[in-house]
């Protein structure tokens, strides 16, 4: 699998302390339209990955999950089903990430702990860190839950202790949000709530490095999710 997060270090620090659960090969007997042309499509082999997962705060697994990749018959792209939850190009999901990053950001935990427990590296938890603070912006992610849901209670802006913070914490009252006007979501964190319901609705993978990161179109206030 291939993902920016993971350097060397980091590699052989999941391979040592994680268990490691092999999930069997599944899929439907015929792969979705395609997501360019909508043409029908083929399944065309796998792709063996090893995300780390935590589907309660604290218990991490890793995986090994192959992922069906199909081919579509019109115009010939391959693309890659991955099952919900599971978001592309990352080695550690997005509620690990978010677990470790609000370990810092909202509990005050020192940056190493929240490494440890949560089997990355400091350097890593930074990085998230940083990633988070530059997603979005705190005020217009409570502007998008109050327009989806006009009855979500207006957050006091507190003095939050960091942007990250802030940001995380937004993130959490839209993926709430969400959850409430029937969007299904599989995910337990605002982040992954957010960014996981993105994907599936829209196709929009948002990239840890790709320079500055922005939310889709598709959330800017005045969209609306549609329910899935
Ligand atoms: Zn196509």
């Not at 350097?7 to 899929?27: Q, T």
């Not at 339209?33 to 697994?61: M, Q």
Request: aromatic fraction near 6%.
């Amino acid at each position: 699998m291939s993902d920016v997060l993971l350097g060397g270090a980091d590699r052989k620090l999941v391979l040592r302390s994680l268990p490691l659960v092999v999930e069997p090969r599944r899929r439907d007997e015929r792969p979705p339209p395609c997501r360019s042309c909508y043409g029908a499509s083929w399944w065309n082999g796998w792709r063996v990955t090893y995300p780390v997962v935590a589907l309660s705060p604290g218990e991490l697994t890793r995986l090994e999950l192959p992922l069906p990749r199909a081919r579509c018959s019109c115009c010939h792209v391959g693309f890659t089903c991955y099952p919900a939850g599971f978001y592309p190009r990352r080695q550690y999901q997005l509620d690990v990430v978010a677990d470790a990053v609000a370990a810092v950001a909202v509990g005050g935990e020192s940056v190493a702990d929240a490494a440890a427990t949560h089997a990355t590296s400091a350097t890593s938890v930074r990085r998230w860190s940083r990633w988070i603070a530059a997603l979005a912006d705190g005020a217009a992610l409570h502007a998008i839950a109050s327009e989806i849901d006009p009855s979500t209670a207006a957050v006091a802006t507190a003095t939050q202790r960091s942007r990250t913070a802030a940001v995380l914490g937004a993130l959490e009252v839209l993926g709430a949000t969400l959850v409430r006007v029937g969007v299904a979501v599989v995910e337990r964190t605002g982040l992954g709530r957010v960014l996981g319901w993105q994907h599936r609705a829209h196709g929009v993978a948002v990239a840890l490095v790709a320079g500055p990161t922005r939310l889709s179109p598709a959330m800017a206030p005045g969209g609306r999710p549609l329910t899935r």
